[in-house]
């Protein structure tokens, strides 16, 4: 299916990693130019000798006025994937400030600030765009010790349905995707511990974690004009673990 991608400028944050990295791969290759967001200088010189072409921006975007910096000149940007996140896991009683605070920096407020960098310019050209978010499938769930997590994964999605319902008019489509656990390097260390796995992988009916692919192919799908007529959806790459 052809997705016609090529020559749009996409932005990917969290590029440097996992669901990001192979979001960036799979846009270079398909002839997209690419602004690639990370706060890993190292992650972004490997990324740019795979991807020869793309503009790395290096900056963390729990800091406001760094981000601004760093974006608020990035140029017309067509597609934005918002995948930069943090998982900090601590049971609920034991939850710090300083998790919770920088949690919804990153998790949250950093998709508001660069989603209206973007759809701002968007609306100035009055050019048509998509965004997507990354979610989790713990968005609805309940999961031991990602009380924060859970948290701000929850009001992404929320977050989601209000930016399609207003960005609509703009001809700027916005949607969210739910991954179940990955197998990024993320998510192999917080999910390394047998019997925890098990615990989820008994709840999935596939009864398999989501490979970093399974991830991009929902997301390249749903920045390409194929998913013209979907914007404020939700939807799961989990296995049918909403399904239970």
């Known amino acids: 299916m052809e997705l016609g991608l090529a ?6 944050t969290g590029a440097g990693k996992g669901i990001g990295r192979g979001t960036v791969q799979a846009l270079h290759a398909a002839g997209a130019r690419v602004v690639a967001v990370s706060r890993t200088q190292a992650d972004l010189d490997s990324l740019v000798r795979e991807c020869p072409g793309i503009d790395p921006v290096c900056v963390d975007l729990s800091d406001w006025e760094a981000t601004e910096r760093a974006l608020g000149n990035v140029g017309p940007v067509d597609l934005l994937v918002n995948n930069a996140a943090v998982a900090l896991l601590q049971p609920f009683l034991e939850v710090t400030k300083e998790a919770f605070d920088r949690s919804f920096e990153v998790n949250l407020r950093a998709v508001l600030q660069v989603s209206q960098i973007v759809a ?3 609306i100035a050209r009055g050019a048509p765009g998509a965004i997507v978010n990354i979610s989790s499938q713990a968005s609805q ?15 992404l ?7 399609a319902l207003e960005l609509g008019p703009h001809k700027i489509r916005v949607n969210a995707v739910n991954p179940t656990v990955v197998m990024t390097p993320m998510g192999r260390t917080n999910w390394l511990d047998p019997q925890k796995a ?4 008994d709840r999935i009916p596939l009864g398999k974690f989501a490979e970093v692919e399974h991830v991009v192919d929902a997301i390249l799908f749903l920045l390409s004009d194929r998913s013209g007529m979907t914007t404020g959806s939700i939807v799961p790459v989990d296995g049918g673990f909403w399904a239970t």
């Open 157 to 163: 999605d929320m977050l989601t349905k209000v930016m």
């Open 120 to 122: 701002r310019g968007l």
């Open 7 to 12: 020559g749009r400028r996409a932005l990917v």
């Open 141 to 155: 769930r309940a999961i031991t010790n990602h009380s924060i997590y859970c948290s701000t994964k929850g009001a």
């Open 198 to 201: 098990k615990t989820m992988l």
